[in-house]
């Protein structure tokens, strides 16, 4: 990737902003109250979303199996089919350079979630760091 790539996360609820880039929301489930008009989405990357699995598992006990769950979440997404759709991601943001992850992910519950993962991913890959 030869573009200097800015990312950033930001609720679907919060309304769009003149600096948000490419829009693609990273949740496996469509956000309650929010029409795809309202989302002004450039696309729904829901596979790179925790599989429903995982995603009922940490669910259960989110306090003490964060740190499992991260790291069954990286190995979700270190598959070639989901590298493919992680460079595809970033590639489509070449132009202006500016990516925003979006989540319906409560901002109390965002640094516990999927979304820090997913974005230290990106990160990784857009860098060529792993």
Not at 24 to 51: F, Q, T, Y
Request: aromatic share 6%.
């Amino acid at each position: 990737m030869t573009v200097k790539l800015r990312m950033q996360v930001k609720r679907i609820y919060d309304e769009p902003g003149e600096d948000d880039g490419r829009r693609v929301l990273v949740d496996r489930l469509w956000p309650r109250g929010i029409s795809k008009d309202r989302a002004e989405l450039d696309d729904w990357a829901k596979e790179l979303a925790p599989s429903s699995e995982l995603r009922a598992w940490y669910h259960q006990d989110r306090e003490q199996r964060y740190d499992e769950f991260a790291e069954r979440y990286r190995q979700e997404l270190d598959t070639r089919e989901q590298n493919e759709r992680l460079d595809s991601l970033l590639d489509s943001a070449d132009d202006p350079g500016v990516l925003t992850l979006l989540t319906a992910v409560k901002e109390d519950d965002e640094p516990r979630s999927h979304v820090p993962i997913l974005l230290a991913v990106l990160q990784e890959a857009a860098t060529g760091e792993k």
